[in-house]
């Protein structure tokens, strides 16, 4: 076994499958590095062979964008703790990720907290059979908690909800260990100030964003203002330089006042900017959106967990559901009745605010208390 070579407060663990797992992880990140503690983040597929990262990843992107239906069809079916292949996904898991058990023990950690389930196979076993001897918790970044999380030797669970908490109870995991912290965001969306409706001939201005990947019906969302009047877009399209060249073109044949831009860093200035934010019902993008008191028109849902994200914008009256083609329209009918500072202050009561510092809280007081290991069942 390789001796520890440095110490370190804090390990956070993140996939780059989508980009809210890392935006999730970096909110961490941010929070215990201002309390003075030092932090490794991990990027779990830079510890796995390069052709297995790819190939999740191609994998979950274009299930998504090609055949959402399929996509939904197989989480559904999968999310379930007794399906016949478990056993082998799971050794499969510990095979390929087998480098990242290394990296925490020579990280040496008070605790360790992950942002997607993977990291979660490969450290709850070794925290029920003794060989990690720290916390370890499990961050969940939707509005539900699908089965892959419930994995045994996780000490805690950070959730959004309650509906989440309920998922990880039916999925055999003891109400006592979730925690209702809310999906880390940076702390510049919780200073973002209320919305106000935009004043007589004032411009509506629309946040629209495609997430870190560049999908959704990007194109479709945009050619729907065309002829929508006194509305001025800003677009994030991400990391997809297609889709960047290609909005310039929907956006001078529409003749619209936009602004477009590649991957943004600093989102929060972006919805701090907007009246209305049009995206994907991704977990980050919706917690980002929501702490910030900014409404949201959902556009493009995946079946799977983004139904859940989905649902609760528009159940808790933050937002509406829209086909893309029909947002340009909606917009415009949400300014004329006023709607979007009451559905702004709406927005902000469906979060729970200061939430990256209150996951890492969570960790600190396990790392604290150094929970026995030999409390798991092997």
Request: proline fraction near 4%.
């Amino acid at each position: 076994m390789s001796q520890p070579q440095t110490e370190t407060d804090l390990v956070v663990v993140f996939t780059p499958v989508g980009g809210g797992h890392k935006a999730a992880a970096m909110a961490l990140t941010e929070n215990a590095r201002a309390r003075g503690l030092t932090v490794a983040t991990l990027n779990l597929f830079d510890l796995a062979p390069r052709i297995v990262g790819e190939t999740y990843l191609a994998t979950h992107l274009t299930s998504q964008a090609m055949a959402p239906s399929f996509y939904g069809s197989a989480y559904f079916a999968a999310n379930r703790r007794d399906l016949p292949l478990d056993p082998l996904r799971r050794r499969f898991d510990h095979v390929v990720f087998k480098k990242l058990v290394h990296a925490v023990r020579d990280l040496a950690p008070r605790a360790v907290v992950a942002t997607h389930h993977l990291p979660l196979v490969v450290l709850g076993r070794e925290r029920r059979r003794g060989r990690l001897g720290v916390p370890l918790v499990g961050v969940v970044t939707d509005y539900t908690a699908h089965a892959v999380w419930a994995e045994r030797g996780v000490d805690a669970f950070c959730v959004p909800c309650d509906d989440a908490t309920r998922a990880l109870e039916t999925h055999g995991i003891d109400g006592a260990r979730v925690h209702r912290t809310g999906i880390p965001v940076r702390a510049a969306f919780d200073a973002v100030p209320p919305i106000v409706n935009p004043r007589y001939g004032e411009r509506l201005r629309v946040l629209v964003t495609s997430g870190g990947f560049g999908v959704g019906p990007m194109r479709a969302v945009v050619r729907s203002f065309a002829g929508v009047r006194n509305v001025e877009l800003t677009i994030v399209c991400g990391a997809s330089d297609a889709l960047f060249e290609k909005m310039h073109e929907d956006v001078a044949l529409a003749g619209l006042d936009a602004r477009i831009i590649g991957f943004e860093r600093d989102m929060a200035s972006r919805v701090a900017n907007a009246h209305l934010v049009v995206g994907k019902a991704g977990g980050l993008t919706v917690s980002e959106t929501l702490t910030a008191g900014r409404p949201m028109i959902v556009v493009g849902t995946v079946p799977g967990n983004e139904t859940s994200n989905e649902a609760y914008v528009v159940g808790g009256h933050a937002g509406y559901a829209a086909n893309s083609r029909d947002v340009g329209a909606l917009a415009s009918a949400m300014r004329a009745r006023g709607e979007l500072s009451t559905f702004g202050a709406n927005a902000r009561k469906l979060v729970v605010h200061g939430s990256a510092a209150r996951a890492v809280d969570v960790t600190l007081q396990l790392a604290a208390g150094r929970r026995r290991f030999d409390s798991f069942a092997a």
